[in-house]
């Protein structure tokens, strides 16, 4: 390993380190309230589920959803509980099961409304003149019959959202209850089921657009510099350019609906169509261009019943970026990775059906149509196969390369779309207490390819097949690089675990796979056991400074000495640590994955700015250091500076 190279990575990260614990208040001497303000819960009555009363208007309030199991949270700070310790009540509410309120960190209460089924909710503030409470936020069941406001009761407003207009935001968008307005007819704020999604409604009818019809999407543009090239190949500079245009739309809601009777039945239909360009620059130019149909699926929910049907992203797991027991979807890594998970995540065909008990939540999921990851084989710098290319070797060796390959050919094959081919999953889970736990299992593809060399079986499958004639067969053949990639199925069995131990948020995962590929150092693939686990905990603390770490070990059963990059036992450890400013505008962010087996690891320190609810813009580095022979290693030469801007509507 440069021993340069990885003090200069290690100074810069150091750098990063100093100026968020330096420039701004530490973690333990940040500014905060003497005395925080004290809340009581109280059940309401009627269409109101929980009234919290407080002895003065607190700063923020944040709320938003969970799943698996569905929740609905909602955060106060700074705030505390007049009563100590963890209060459960009771819900008379059939769609609720039940309400719990706890000091979430010094400055902050937590209230999670624990629900059998995903719900849309109305948080209201209400401004009080009694002696024990100045000011109270009612938590209304927005699918039952809901009153038209009385003029003493305010929504919670938002500074991003426009009367009249459906708002996006990020998803950790601070809404502040204001003081009471003298207008006699105050606006409402609907709090979605989608924490992103916020739409304003007043007695003026034309407020929602026809049908409660909601738009929404993002632009996004992103440049990346490499700053150590070790060869004239590597790619210099990379560009991105994303759009994607989101609607949702609720057949038959109007704003009147909003205050009808709906019962537990809910339906939406949603769709999206994104733009995505990804240019690789270089001695030869590569770049991938697609228009294509995003997210389309169709929701529908009858208590106790859920179903979602159509193209959409399912998240199993509990853990972050590494999540073994995250498989149903495919990943987009053309740039390794780098970007986060859910970005990664591309959208399958799929059914899932949810049932929601009493005792614990059953899912089914089938997926018709196999689709892959993308990737590149070779040619870029994140590619699949990128700094393994010298280890080709031919099985023709007295049979000169043909003039026309570059780079060693690849055939592809992927599994017939038909019905039979299908992947499926079933997951259970439960809440015990404060605990979340869940247990799935699924028969899938893989999403990444069993690489073989051409032999006359593979040769002879291909040709059966119709997948290569005799005349291309014969051109692999003799060419001395020729690779055939296929796709092979898998059972996978997981288990999640999510908790609290005081102030810190504890969460793990598990998969045992009975048949995973892996690459050999022949440059084609076999398949093992393998058990991997991810443990973690995470603290918040007041003044906002996150703190996550996670270990990882993975076990690869039947060890063999020509698998390439994994050792028989395999630890390692990621995680971040992040500082939010000025309620949360500007963020200081360290994310880090690093091997304990290989000393190599992937930091990534970035800093993010939002100068209000639509624009949001990022500069950052990924720096990668580790001997050639890791997974990480073989892209040390890919060290990059970045900018991204995006817009969010």
Request: aromatic letters at 10%.
């Amino acid at each position: 390993m440069n021993n340069v190279t990885k003090r200069l990575h290690k100074q810069v990260a150091l750098l990063c380190l100093c100026c968020a614990l330096c420039f701004f208040p530490s973690l333990a001497g940040a500014a905060s309230p003497s005395e925080p303000p004290n809340v009581a819960l109280t059940i309401g009555n009627g269409n109101d589920i929980v009234i919290l009363s407080i002895s003065s208007e607190p700063e923020q309030v944040h709320s938003f959803t969970l799943s698996s199991p569905d929740r609905y949270v909602l955060d106060l700070y700074p705030a505390t509980l007049q009563k100590k310790g963890l209060l459960s009540l009771d819900s008379p509410h059939p769609g609720i099961r039940g309400i719990r309120a706890a000091r979430h960190t010094s400055q902050t209460v937590r209230v999670v409304l624990d629900l059998h089924q995903p719900e849309d909710f109305l948080t209201l503030a209400k401004p009080q003149t009694c002696e024990k409470s100045t000011y109270d936020i009612v938590i209304m069941y927005s699918p039952q019959k809901t009153d038209e406001p009385s003029p003493s009761k305010q929504a919670l407003n938002s500074t991003s959202l426009q009367p009249t207009a459906v708002s996006r935001g990020p998803a950790t968008a601070t809404s502040e209850p204001q003081p009471a307005s003298s207008q006699s007819e105050p606006s409402i704020l609907l709090f979605s089921a989608d924490p992103t999604t916020h739409i304003a409604a007043s007695e003026t009818k034309p407020s929602l657009l026809p049908d409660s019809l909601e738009l929404g999407g993002f632009v996004e543009l992103k440049a990346a510099l490499n700053t150590r090239r070790a060869n004239s190949s590597q790619i210099p500079q990379t560009f991105r350019n994303r759009i994607r245009l989101e609607g949702k739309w609720s057949p038959g809601a109007t704003p009147e609906d909003m205050f009808q009777q709906v019962g537990d039945h809910d339906v939406f239909l949603l769709a999206s169509v994104q733009s995505d360009y990804l240019r690789f620059k270089s001695n030869q130019t590569t770049s991938d261009s697609d228009l294509e149909l995003f997210e389309a699926y169709m929701h529908w929910s009858r208590n106790p019943w859920e179903v979602r049907l159509g193209r959409q992203r399912i998240r199993w797991g509990k853990t972050d970026e590494v999540s073994p027991v995250d498989n149903l979807n495919p990943e987009d890594l053309r740039e390794f990775l780098l970007p986060d998970r859910e970005d990664r995540k591309i959208p399958n065909w799929m059914a899932r059906v949810r049932y929601f008990s009493e005792k614990m939540t059953l899912e089914g999921v089938f997926i018709p149509f196999f689709e892959p990851s993308r990737f590149a084989y070779f040619g870029t710098d994140w590619s699949l196969l990128q700094g393994i290319e010298d280890l080709v070797t031919a099985p023709t060796p007295a049979v000169s390369p043909h003039p026309l390959y570059q780079q060693p050919a690849v055939l592809e094959q992927t599994p017939h779309r038909r019905f039979t081919n299908g992947d499926w999953g079933l997951r259970v889970s439960k809440t015990r207490g404060n605990m979340d736990m869940a247990a799935s299992y699924l028969y899938a593809w893989q999403k990444l390819p069993h690489i073989q060399g051409f032999t006359p079986d593979a040769m002879e499958i291909f040709e059966r097949n119709g997948v290569l004639s005799q005349s291309s067969s014969f051109q692999a053949w003799n060419h001395p690089a020729a690779l055939a990639a296929t796709f092979r199925r898998i059972n996978i069995v997981g288990l999640e675990l999510e908790t609290t131990l005081a102030q810190f948020g504890l969460r793990g995962e598990a998969a045992y796979f009975d048949r995973k590929t892996l690459h050999t150092i022949n440059l084609d693939s076999t398949e093992k056991p393998v058990l991997q686990y991810v443990l973690g905990v995470d603290y918040l603390s007041a003044n906002e400074w996150y703190l996550n770490i996670q270990f990882g070990h993975q076990v690869i059963f039947q060890h063999d000495q020509d698998l390439l990059f994994w050792e028989k036992n395999d630890f390692s450890v990621n995680g971040e640590i992040s500082r939010a400013f000025w309620r949360g505008n500007f963020e200081t962010v360290f994310r880090y994955h690093y091997n304990l087996v290989d000393d190599a690891y992937l930091l990534r320190p970035f800093i993010v700015v939002r100068p209000d609810g639509n624009w949001e813009f990022t500069l950052g580095a990924d720096l990668v250091e580790g001997p050639k022979s890791s997974i990480l290693g073989r892209f040390r030469d890919n060290d990059r500076f970045y900018v991204n801007i995006k817009y969010i509507f």
